[in-house]
C-alpha cells in the first residue's frame, strides 16, 4: 500500500530560523514521483518540486532545498532563514507512476513563521 | 506554471440542492483531471480521475450518483454535489495535467457550506 507520512503536525519558528519538514513514504513501486505542494490560508495548492524516485541528487532552490533518502524513505524539505511569507501548510504526496497517477497526500505540517 | 481555473472560490446553498463546480485550464489542455475534498485541517483525499470523454473513475467510497463528474473537453470538467447535505460541506479542489509524467497543477479550490 502507498502510503505518506508526515509526523509534524505544527512547526513554529521565528523568522530567520532555518526549519525541516519531515516526509516518509512507503510504495511498493520502484518508480514514483515524490512532491512537496504549498498551501497558503487562501487554499490554493501551489507546487514547489517533484521528484522521481531515480533521482537521489539533493535539489536547491534558493531558500528551500530537499534530500532525497531511498535508503530511509524520506523526502525531506528545508526552509532557510524562514520568513513571515513561508506560514503556510506544506503537503508532501507520492504518485505511483505506473499506476493511475492520483496523488496521495500526507496529512500535512502547518508551518508558522513569527516576526 | 499552468493556470487552472477553478469557480466558484466559495459557495453556499441550502440542503437538498446541487452546486456546480467548475474547473478550467486556462492556457494548456487537460487530458486528464483530478476532483480532491479537503476536510478542515486534513490532507486531500482523491474523490475520482477525469479524463476527456469518457467517464469518471472513482475512489473507493465516493458516490458516483451524489458526485457527478463532466469532463466534455480538454479545458473543462465540472464536479456536480447532487441533493447537497451539511456533511458534504467541504473544499474541493481540482487538479488537471497534460500528460502522464508531468505535474498536475491545481485550481484555487471552493468552499462549499450546506446549510
Known amino acids: 500500500a502507498q502510503k505518506v507520512t508526515q509526523a509534524q503536525t505544527e512547526i513554529s519558528v521565528v523568522e530567520k530560523e532555518d526549519v525541516t519538514l519531515d516526509c516518509v513514504y512507503e510504495t511498493r513501486d520502484t518508480t514514483y514521483y515524490l512532491f512537496w505542494y504549498k498551501q497558503p490560508p487562501s487554499g490554493e495548492l501551489v507546487f514547489l518540486i517533484r521528484r522521481n524516485s531515480f533521482d537521489e541528487q539533493n535539489e536547491i532552490s534558493g531558500r528551500y532545498s530537499w534530500n532525497f533518502q531511498k535508503s530511509t524513505s524520506s523526502f525531506n524539505f528545508t526552509i532557510t532563514a524562514s520568513q513571515v511569507v513561508d506560514s503556510a501548510v506544506y503537503f508532501c504526496a507520492l504518485s505511483e507512476v505506473l499506476a493511475t497517477d492520483k496523488l496521495i497526500f500526507g496529512t500535512g505540517t502547518r508551518l508558522q513563521v513569527f516576526p | 506554471g499552468a493556470v487552472v481555473s477553478q469557480h466558484p472560490s466559495r459557495v453556499i446553498c441550502k440542503s437538498g440542492t446541487s452546486v456546480k463546480i467548475e474547473c478550467r485550464s486556462l492556457d494548456f489542455q487537460a487530458t486528464t483531471m483530478f476532483w480532491y475534498r479537503q476536510f478542515p485541517k486534513q490532507s486531500l483525499m482523491l474523490m475520482a480521475t477525469?479524463?476527456?470523454?469518457?467517464?469518471?473513475?472513482?475512489e473507493q467510497g465516493v458516490e458516483k450518483d451524489k458526485f457527478l463528474i463532466n469532463h466534455a473537453s480538454l479545458t473543462l470538467s465540472t464536479l456536480t454535489v447532487t441533493s447537497a447535505h451539511p456533511e458534504d460541506s467541504s473544499f474541493y479542489i481540482c487538479s488537471a495535467r497534460v500528460l502522464r509524467d508531468t505535474e498536475a497543477f491545481f485550481g484555487q479550490g471552493t468552499r462549499l457550506t450546506v446549510v
Open positions: 477525469s479524463n476527456e470523454g469518457s467517464k469518471a473513475t472513482y
